[in-house]
Structure formats: structure tokens, C-alpha cells
């Protein structure tokens, strides 16, 4: 039983909660509002706490010769490590909180029960600081539920009042669906509160020897991690190649054989399920088509993803006085194409703030603009623009929610315009596409247009369930009525990975004869998840 929290405390509590958050990893990444097979807030927090273990692990000196507290300097370490890490809302609000955290305690010379609660209440107005418009019944409502469970213990106990706080946001995460219909109707309880709930457990374990009991909901089906941190390349080899794989045993050792030939930097990880598991694959090759057949030969390879390591963003010297520069975030080898032909600097799907940092200086630009394409990423694009002005780079970021409105907004750059003309400009295109994706759903869920069954085609306006079908060709042409019915005079069409020939050739005889003085123009986008995305101008 530790009646205080000190730096070595600080780098178990930090072991024990990654630990913990991948224990509960594929839990979370399920517990999504809409039923899409998206869901990756597990995923975000395993890998941003995981910056933030790295960063302690790298730095053993716990007692600084001046300044902040031992157990101060860890706490920041574990911040700034977070923050660099950061992906998804989900890892920035979270970055912030252990921020808030550790400026409350860093003087403070000896953390018990009264320094804990004060630093959960200086967490809790980090991370509402964080977030544009703070949201109830999301993790924002659960560490501030675990702030003011710590406060009314009233006692200056350590391992009572983080017991109160884990308790508190126990009660409070049981309460957002309450709070947020989207949960309500989903089933499910806000994931970003959930992985928070299990920071606090572990921190409560690492108090008292004793594991927490919480009020989290029951456990759903797991889906591993389809993400994992990127390595700047290989020498030898040009691509990298990931994607998850549902095999058997006997079939996976068949494949490590394999590509052990064509490559390195082979992992191969299962879940753990026998005889027939999903397994994330993990290779450097030259032949991309080889590694791919070898997992088609295995079993059923899914969300593949290729990055060719001689496109990815090199670190520079620093930015020149006048240069402007455009940075996106693309999930798909044809869009990220399509941006690149723009001369923007593409960034791979889900990054963290230190890969968007990387990016913004690499392009050696003192303007940048970013374009994010993703609400979760929308964060972590703001957060990587906070840094980059430490470096003496200004970026603005302009909240694209799909890859359509990037490349509305990238049609109508001008670099005549002063940056923050063209920034609003930018902005302004943007905001005039509505965008539209289509995919199947993954589970039984309860949304706005009605009930869907695993396997329905759903049509998403602007993030919102409008329409459920059970043939993906007519439910794309009725969302395209749908959005052509409130006027537009272009329409965009990604076809997905997944996309099954013809698609896109059949929305557009369907405009054409519906709305014959409506322009269409297809491109293959090669995005996971959704066969199709649409955009409307």
C-alpha cells in the first residue's frame, strides 16, 4: 500500500495501464456508436500510451538536479511522450489530461489524497480546453466524474481517494448512454471513457497491490489492432506491407516461411484464438503481389495496407521564409494519388501528432495547411499545429471531415493569396461539399434511419445514418438522390478497396439520367471500410 505517488509509482502506473489498455484493446475498439467496422479508440489509446512509455523508458534520470519534482519530471516525460503519440480524439484528450496532471503536481513536493484530487480537477479543465465544443457522455464527462469522486472523499488518503476517483468514473461512463443518444441507441457505453476507467483501475492496482472494482460494462467480441507504429524503412526493402489475416496455425506457419523469404522485418501476431485465429501481418518486401497472394493463400487477408517507404516524409533542416505547402491525411493508395498529383505531402491514415509534425517540417514550408479528412484526426492535426509553431512553422488546419472535401479544397488553393486568404478560401470549399460514405454494417445496431442487421449497406450523410438498403449499387445511387435533391452541380465518387467492378460506372448512368446536367467525376480511392465515398459540390 503506497501512501504516495512517486516517480517510480509514475512508470508502473504507466506499465500497468498500457498493459491494461491492450488487455482491453479489441473491447473498446468495438464499442463504436455506429455500426461500421471502424472502430479504433482502443487502438488509439494502446498506441498513445505507448509513446508515452517510450518516452520514460528513454529518460531513467527520476531525480533532476533542478526544477520540476522526480516524480513531476516523470509525469511530464508521460505527457509529452502522449502528446507526440497522440491519435484519434480519443489520444489527445487523454495527452491533455496527464498534461494537466503533471502541471499540478509537479512542485508539489509529496502527492497524497488532497494533491491526487487537485490534479484530476487541473485534468479535467486540460482536456475541456482541448476539445472545440466539449461533448457530455464522452470521456470529458468521465474524468470529471473521476475529479469530483476524488474531491468528496475529503481525505488526504492516496489509495482512498484514487479508489473514490476510479469508482466515480465507473458510475459516470455507466451513465453516457443516458447522455448521448447515439450510445443509447448503439448499445454501448463512450469508448473514450472506457479506456479512462481502466487508466484508473491500474492506477489503483499500483496504490494497493489490490485490482480496482469498477462498474465497467461487459466485455464484447474482440477485433485486434490493424495499426501499428511505422518504421522510417529499409534499405533493402522498398514497401511495407500490413494487413490482418484470418488463418489457421498450421496455415500461418506455412506464410512466415514465405515471407521470410521475400522480406524482413517479418511479425506475425495472433489473437490468441485457436485453431482458427486473426492474425496481424507485418512485412518489408520488394514484391508487394507476392506478400498478398501468400496471405490470400493462408487464409482471408483484410484491411491491407502498402506504404512505399521512398514517399514517406523525411525530416529537414528547417522551414524556408516564403514556401507554402499543403498536408492531408489519406487512407487509400488511389486518393492518396489524387493528393499527391495535387503536390500536397501525404500523411498514412491515422497518424500520430509527432508523424504530422514530421510531415509539416518536412516539407520545409513556414505556411502549412493541413487537412485532416477525419474528425478523430481533426485533433491530433490541431495538436501537431501547437508544436509546429515551436519550430517557427505556421499551420492552419481546415477541418475536412472526407477525402472529398480535401480535394474541393485543394482545387481552389491559390498561392497569389495571402496564406490567410487562401486558408479561408480553402476553408469555404470545404464547408460547400457535403460528403456521403456507404459500407456494410458490421453488427445489429439501432440508428436514426431505423434497425440494420450485420451485413446491410448504410449510407452516412455527413457522418448521420440516412439510409439502409440491402443492395449496395441502388443504396449508392439513392444517397446520391438524396444529396443532388438539395442541388449540386458536381459529384465526386472514391471507389474502395472493396468496391466491386462497375460501381462507380453505375452511379454514374444513374446521374446521367436522373440529373443529366450534373457533372461526375470517378476516381478509384482504394479506402478500406467504405466501397464508396461521395462527395457533392
Same mark, same amino acid.
Given at each position: 500500500?503506497?501512501?504516495?505517488?512517486?516517480?517510480?509509482?509514475?512508470?508502473?502506473?504507466?506499465?500497468?495501464?498500457?498493459?491494461?489498455?491492450?488487455?482491453?484493446?479489441?473491447?473498446?475498439?468495438?464499442?463504436?456508436?455506429?455500426?461500421?467496422?471502424?472502430?479504433?479508440?482502443?487502438?488509439?489509446?494502446?498506441?498513445?500510451?505507448?509513446?508515452?512509455?517510450?518516452?520514460?523508458?528513454?529518460?531513467?534520470?527520476?531525480?533532476?538536479?533542478?526544477?520540476?519534482?522526480?516524480?513531476?519530471?516523470?509525469?511530464?516525460?508521460?505527457?509529452?511522450?502522449?502528446?507526440?503519440?497522440?491519435?484519434?480524439?480519443?489520444?489527445?484528450?487523454?495527452?491533455?489530461?496527464?498534461?494537466?496532471?503533471?502541471?499540478?503536481?509537479?512542485?508539489?513536493?509529496?502527492?497524497?489524497?488532497?494533491?491526487?484530487?487537485?490534479?484530476?480537477?487541473?485534468?479535467?479543465?486540460?482536456?475541456?480546453?482541448?476539445?472545440?465544443?466539449?461533448?457530455?457522455?464522452?470521456?470529458?464527462?468521465?474524468?470529471?466524474?473521476?475529479?469530483?469522486?476524488?474531491?468528496?472523499?475529503?481525505?488526504?488518503?492516496?489509495?482512498?481517494?484514487?479508489?473514490?476517483?476510479?469508482?466515480?468514473?465507473?458510475?459516470?461512463?455507466?451513465?453516457?448512454?443516458?447522455?448521448?443518444?447515439?450510445?443509447?441507441?448503439?448499445?454501448?457505453?463512450?469508448?473514450?471513457?472506457?479506456?479512462?476507467?481502466?487508466?484508473?483501475?491500474?492506477?489503483? +492496482?499500483?496504490?494497493?497491490? !489490490? #485490482? =480496482? %472494482?469498477?462498474?465497467?460494462?461487459? @466485455?464484447? *467480441?474482440?477485433?485486434?489492432?490493424?495499426? /501499428?507504429?511505422?518504421?522510417?524503412?529499409?534499405?533493402?526493402?522498398?514497401?511495407?506491407?500490413?494487413?490482418?489475416?484470418?488463418?489457421?496455425?498450421?496455415?500461418?506457419?506455412?506464410?512466415?516461411?514465405?515471407?521470410?523469404?521475400?522480406?524482413?522485418?517479418?511479425?506475425?501476431?495472433?489473437?490468441?484464438?485457436?485453431?482458427?485465429?486473426?492474425?496481424?501481418?507485418?512485412?518489408?518486401?520488394?514484391?508487394?503481389?507476392?506478400?498478398?497472394?501468400?496471405?490470400?493463400?493462408?487464409?482471408?487477408?483484410?484491411?491491407?495496407?502498402?506504404?512505399?517507404?521512398?514517399?514517406?516524409?523525411?525530416?529537414?533542416?528547417?522551414?524556408?521564409?516564403?514556401?507554402?505547402?499543403?498536408?492531408?491525411?489519406?487512407?487509400?493508395?488511389?486518393?492518396? +494519388?489524387?493528393?499527391?498529383? !495535387? #503536390? =500536397? %505531402?501525404?500523411?498514412?491514415?491515422? @497518424?500520430? *501528432?509527432?508523424?504530422?509534425?514530421?510531415? /509539416?517540417?518536412?516539407?520545409?514550408?513556414?505556411?502549412?495547411?493541413?487537412?485532416?479528412?477525419?474528425?478523430?484526426?481533426?485533433?491530433?492535426?490541431?495538436?501537431?499545429?501547437?508544436?509546429?509553431?515551436?519550430?517557427?512553422?505556421?499551420?492552419?488546419?481546415?477541418?475536412?471531415?472526407?477525402?472529398?472535401?480535401?480535394?474541393?479544397?485543394?482545387?481552389?488553393?491559390?498561392?497569389?493569396?495571402?496564406?490567410?486568404?487562401?486558408?479561408?478560401?480553402?476553408?469555404?470549399?470545404?464547408?460547400?461539399?457535403?460528403?456521403?460514405?456507404?459500407?456494410?454494417?458490421?453488427?445489429?445496431?439501432?440508428?436514426?434511419?431505423?434497425?440494420?442487421?450485420?451485413?446491410?449497406?448504410?449510407?452516412?450523410?455527413?457522418?448521420?445514418?440516412?439510409?439502409?438498403?440491402?443492395?449496395?449499387?441502388?443504396?449508392?445511387?439513392?444517397?446520391?438522390?438524396?444529396?443532388?435533391?438539395?442541388?449540386?452541380?458536381?459529384?465526386?465518387?472514391?471507389?474502395?478497396?472493396?468496391?466491386?467492378?462497375?460501381?462507380?460506372?453505375?452511379?454514374?448512368?444513374?446521374?446521367?439520367?436522373?440529373?443529366?446536367?450534373?457533372?461526375?467525376?470517378?476516381?478509384?480511392?482504394?479506402?478500406?471500410?467504405?466501397?464508396?465515398?461521395?462527395?457533392?459540390?
Amino acid at each position: 500500500m503506497l501512501d504516495t505517488l512517486d516517480a517510480a509509482a509514475v512508470r508502473r502506473w504507466c506499465a500497468s495501464g498500457l498493459a491494461a489498455l491492450k488487455r482491453h484493446q479489441g473491447e473498446i475498439d468495438e464499442l463504436n456508436v455506429y455500426p461500421v467496422p471502424d472502430g479504433d479508440t482502443g487502438t488509439n489509446l494502446v498506441l498513445t500510451l505507448t509513446s508515452a512509455q517510450q518516452a520514460l523508458s528513454m529518460d531513467l534520470d527520476t531525480l533532476p538536479d533542478s526544477g520540476p519534482t522526480a516524480h513531476g519530471h516523470a509525469l511530464r516525460l508521460m505527457a509529452q511522450g502522449a502528446l507526440l503519440g497522440a491519435r484519434g480524439n480519443s489520444g489527445v484528450i487523454l495527452s491533455q489530461i496527464l498534461r494537466g496532471f503533471a502541471d499540478a503536481v509537479v512542485a508539489v513536493p509529496v502527492v497524497r489524497g488532497q494533491a491526487l484530487a487537485v490534479a484530476l480537477r487541473a485534468a479535467t479543465a486540460a482536456a475541456y480546453t482541448a476539445v472545440g465544443r466539449p461533448v457530455e457522455g464522452t470521456l470529458l464527462t468521465v474524468v470529471a466524474a473521476a475529479a469530483t469522486g476524488a474531491e468528496q472523499v475529503g481525505s488526504d488518503d492516496l489509495p482512498a481517494v484514487a479508489r473514490g476517483a476510479a469508482r466515480a468514473a465507473a458510475e459516470a461512463l455507466a451513465r453516457t448512454p443516458e447522455q448521448l443518444p447515439a450510445l443509447a441507441r448503439a448499445g454501448v457505453v463512450d469508448a473514450g471513457g472506457r479506456g479512462l476507467c481502466v487508466l484508473l483501475d491500474a492506477l489503483v +492496482e499500483v496504490l494497493t497491490g !489490490e #485490482g =480496482a %472494482t469498477g462498474l465497467a460494462p461487459p @466485455p464484447r *467480441t474482440a477485433r485486434p489492432a490493424a495499426t /501499428v507504429a511505422r518504421e522510417t524503412g529499409s534499405e533493402e526493402y522498398a514497401y511495407e506491407v500490413q494487413f490482418l489475416l484470418d488463418a489457421h496455425a498450421d496455415a500461418v506457419a506455412v506464410l512466415r516461411r514465405t515471407l521470410e523469404a521475400l522480406g524482413d522485418s517479418l511479425v506475425v501476431v495472433g489473437d490468441g484464438r485457436e485453431p482458427g485465429s486473426t492474425w496481424n501481418v507485418h512485412v518489408h518486401v520488394n514484391d508487394v503481389g507476392a506478400a498478398v497472394e501468400a496471405g490470400v493463400a493462408a487464409g482471408r487477408p483484410y484491411r491491407i495496407s502498402v506504404t512505399r517507404f521512398a514517399d514517406q516524409p523525411k525530416p529537414s533542416a528547417g522551414p524556408t521564409e516564403d514556401g507554402r505547402a499543403a498536408v492531408v491525411v489519406a487512407t487509400g493508395r488511389g486518393i492518396a +494519388e489524387l493528393f499527391a498529383a !495535387e #503536390g =500536397a %505531402t501525404v500523411v498514412p491514415g491515422n @497518424p500520430s *501528432t509527432g508523424e504530422l509534425l514530421d510531415a /509539416v517540417r518536412s516539407t520545409r514550408a513556414a505556411r502549412v495547411v493541413v487537412l485532416p479528412n477525419d474528425p478523430n484526426t481533426e485533433a491530433v492535426a490541431s495538436a501537431a499545429a501547437r508544436e509546429a509553431h515551436r519550430h517557427g512553422i505556421k499551420v492552419s488546419v481546415v477541418p475536412t471531415r472526407s477525402p472529398v472535401q480535401a480535394l474541393a479544397a485543394l482545387a481552389v488553393r491559390d498561392g497569389t493569396r495571402r496564406f490567410e486568404d487562401d486558408v479561408i478560401a480553402m476553408a469555404e470549399a470545404a464547408g460547400a461539399c457535403r460528403y456521403a460514405e456507404v459500407c456494410h454494417a458490421s453488427r445489429e445496431a439501432l440508428t436514426v434511419a431505423g434497425p440494420c442487421r450485420p451485413g446491410d449497406v448504410l449510407a452516412l450523410v455527413e457522418g448521420e445514418v440516412h439510409l439502409i438498403g440491402t443492395d449496395l449499387t441502388d443504396t449508392c445511387a439513392a444517397v446520391v438522390d438524396r444529396m443532388l435533391g438539395g442541388g449540386g452541380e458536381l459529384v465526386t465518387l472514391l471507389a474502395g478497396v472493396d468496391a466491386p467492378a462497375g460501381l462507380t460506372d453505375a452511379v454514374r448512368a444513374h446521374v446521367a439520367r436522373r440529373w443529366p446536367f450534373v457533372e461526375v467525376q470517378a476516381y478509384p480511392g482504394g479506402q478500406p471500410f467504405y466501397p464508396l465515398l461521395v462527395g457533392v459540390e
